[in-house]
């Protein structure tokens, strides 16, 4: 009863879908069962199914020890309702799946999951353009010439040119790095740093690169606090007082700054329905529908914690701001709520760190399309994501420095060719250096101005000493 690990890559969570439906069929114990003094063959109770699918997604190093049995439940929900499983009757779809002892059976025949087909998009995300590009709309033909009379010169320069001597002259058009070339410089060399870490061909098929906004990559880096928050332009997208006044209530629990009506029992359990009320009702996840493959593709990095983590901060940086956030206010809370021993239990039954993610993991990451998994992978991310969220949430700083430096480089290129003569007094070359500094003659040591033909000899004693 093993899953295979199922790397990143697209349509990772289609394969997990197929996958786990392939073992539960091929797996799943059957056997004869008696219901209103009737017997059923080979059928099994929702509580049996319960019981062994819970243990082999616990089991399972795509999901892990910390999927609960409500989890399992809510799966074996979307198997009756995609026809995965029937009751004993045939019945399937409408019905609704509990835990109990009522009499399951696998379909004749159980469709797995098609993958999705996705429009093909061009390899290079994002082509550069080049300094002799002419701009956009322009070219050769619209350019207004005089006429030329042709005399004996000019027939002369013709002549040249048609059989070789004189190269033919073209208009350059300079372009200039505007604030629009260097967002999509981070956009491009964003996107193949997560193209690289995750090892595939291309990103068509995890990420729709038009969803990618160059701008929000840039003030996600630039815009943010000293604490590394984001700072929005638009205030009207921030969080609602009332919600950050409840956040920083339980994150700095007992000590409460913002805190001013009177304490009472179970006080801290309201502010945390508050907070979890406001969350559960946005209209779309955190992480965002359109980067739903892209996050979970990560996901199959786990065991390389360190270039998992790598490419959680790229994949963060694209999110639009007020979303990045949210999320790393939201983290922050549930990271101190978890350490906090002085905290009282917010809810009957479980603990501290598994209510965390079960509240706030359909918010942050979920897809449009229910037949998924999305819940259990939302599980698993929101778990590594409140181990490493101080990590997931920086800029990473081999890209930044990446990019500022090739930035850099094609402005000095820029300049140089606007101006060479002003770049060559500012940035003179090796050959412009030696013309202003000539090189000064080596000085020999003094030792080797002596011509010693033999070596130092020892002091000896003669006789002419004595005369």
Known sequence: MEHRIVGPG?????????????????????????????SYEHCFTATEAVDWLHELLRCSQNFG???????????????????????????WGQEDFEDNRHLYRFPPSSPLKPYPKKPLYQKNVIKFPEWNDPP??????????????????????????????????????????????????????????LQKILGLDSLEEVLDIKFVNSKFIVHNVYSVSKQGVVILDDKSKELPHWVLSAMKCLANWPNCSDLKQPMYLGFEKDVFKTIADYYGHLKEPL???HLFDAFVSVLGLLQKEKMAVEAFQICCLLLPPENRRKLQLLMRMMARICLNKEMPPLCDGLGTRTLMVQTFSRCILCSKDEVDLDELLAARLVTFLMDNYQEILKVPSALQTSIEERVAHLRRVQF????????????????????????????????????????????????????
């Open 65 to 91: 020890p910390e999927v609960t049995r409500k989890q399992t439940v809510q799966l074996l929900k979307k198997f009756l309702k995609n026809h995965v499983i029937e009751d004993i009757k045939g019945k």
């Open 10 to 38: 697209p349509y990772r969570a289609t394969k997990l879908w197929n996958e786990t439906v392939e073992l539960f069929r091929s797996r799943m114990p059957l056997r004869k069962h008696r219901c209103r003094f009737k």
């Open 416 to 467: 140089q060719k606007s101006y060479p003569e002003v770049y060559q007094e500012r940035f003179p070359t090796p050959e412009s250096e030696a013309l202003l500094f000539p090189e000064k003659p080596k000085l020999k040591p003094q030792l080797l101005m002596w011509a010693l033909k033999k070596p130092f000899q020892p002091f000896q004693r003669t006789r002419s000493f004595r005369m």
């Open 136 to 193: 956009p709309g322009t070219s050769q033909e619209n350019i207004p010439v005089r006429p030329v009379v042709l005399n004996s010169e000019m027939w002369f320069k013709r002549h040249s040119i048609a059989i070789g001597e004189v190269p033919a002259c073209r208009l350059v058009h300079r372009r200039q790095l505007t604030e629009a070339n260097v967002e999509e410089i981070w956009k491009s060399m964003t996107l193949s740093y």
């Open 287 to 289: 992480l965002t529908f």
